[in-house]
């Protein structure tokens, strides 16, 4: 699946920040126990920057086709991407679909724990000013905040959930 993460990091990295989903940064959880801890980091995180406030969760389907899927049920908003310089064709249209919710604990508990499976990508929730990004993917998530004050509380308050690799990845 393609990923522009790795291009925002470097821009962002003052408002940056990598959150594992398991201990000792295990990458996918085996058993109910070890998802109870991925869906709870998950959502300590979410709540943590969108607890009370309404959030767009951003879904993306990448297609070789150029025409909004018709089978795919647009909820709220969509937009579709041509990626003009990706090689991979199975990769040359991104439809987006965006939809807005208020944000409660446990409501998207399902796309979170296909994330963590590896069965489902790219998904961003945020705030409805795009001042705050959380990005899961399998093995964790990347947050991006409003200010380097507000990445570095999270960061402290949720020290036990950073890898210990020296660029934070």
């Known amino acids: ?57 951003i879904t993306p389907l990448w297609t070789t086709e150029a025409e909004m899927p018709s089978s795919q049920p647009v909820t709220g908003y969509g937009q579709s991407l041509l990626v003009k310089d990706d090689p991979d064709p199975e990769f040359r249209t991104c439809h987006l679909f965006a939809a807005r919710r208020p944000w409660r604990r446990g409501c998207i508990d399902e796309s979170l724990r296909d994330i963590a499976d590896d069965k489902g990508a790219g998904i961003l929730i945020t705030d409805t000013r795009m001042q705050r990004i959380h990005h899961p993917y399998d093995g964790g998530a990347d947050a991006f905040l409003a200010t380097s004050e507000e990445r570095d509380r999270m960061r402290d308050r949720y020290g036990d959930w950073l890898s210990s690799h020296p660029a934070g990845l």
Do not use: C
Request: aromatic residues 16%.
């Open 1 to 57: 699946m393609p990923s522009g993460w790795d291009k925002l990091r470097e821009p962002y990295r003052d408002v940056w920040v990598r959150f594992h989903s398991l201990p000792e940064s295990k990458r996918y959880p085996e058993g109910e126990s070890e998802y109870t801890v991925v869906l709870e980091r998950y959502n300590t995180v979410l709540d943590e920057l969108f607890a009370g406030a309404d959030v767009y969760v």
